[in-house]
């Protein structure tokens, strides 16, 4: 999938929107994929996000949020926290499909399906520049941050 075009898709935002990812030309794109809204490194990733934001606008590039929660606990989640980026419900894994980040996970000694968390960078052309599969959250949002600044 690196360096290759992302086929596009649309997802329900929060604020009763659609996202497509085929209207966000010429400008880079940073699509976050986290388990669950409103757990404790969901929410430190969202408020990391949240926070250098603006930093990310100056670069040109827009930030999307994405897990299986329902758009009502989107909408929840978003007002919460104060997240100026739209988070896209993908309840039935289309988008989280194209990106392969389902995965099989322990928790509490059961395996689960759930979301691997991952960040991807694209580019004004839907190009895929970078991709983090099994995020760790401390750190990690600077670091996308610093690779987006290197593509301006």
Same mark, same amino acid.
């Given at each position: 999938m690196l360096n290759e075009a992302v086929d596009d898709f649309?997802?329900?935002?929060? !604020? !009763? !929107?659609t996202f497509r990812l085929s209207e966000l030309a010429d400008k880079f794109l940073v699509i976050y994929f986290y388990p669950k809204d409103n757990t404790p490194g969901c929410t430190t990733e969202g408020s990391n996000f949240r926070d250098l934001y603006p930093e990310f606008k100056e670069a040109r590039c827009e930030v999307v949020g994405i897990s299986r929660d329902s758009l009502k606990s989107h909408e929840n989640f978003k007002a919460k926290m104060g997240f100026p980026f739209d988070l896209l419900s993908d309840e039935n894994e289309k988008v989280c499909n194209l990106f392969g980040v389902i995965k099989m996970k322990n928790m509490y000694g059961k395996q689960v399906r759930g979301i691997e968390r991952s960040t991807f960078v694209?580019? !004004?052309?839907?190009?895929?520049?970078?991709?983090w599969r099994g995020v760790k959250v401390p750190g990690h949002v600077q670091e996308v941050l610093n690779f987006v600044k290197t593509l301006v």
């Open positions: 649309s997802l329900p935002a929060t !604020g !009763g !929107g694209l580019d !004004g052309r839907r190009v895929l520049r970078r991709e």
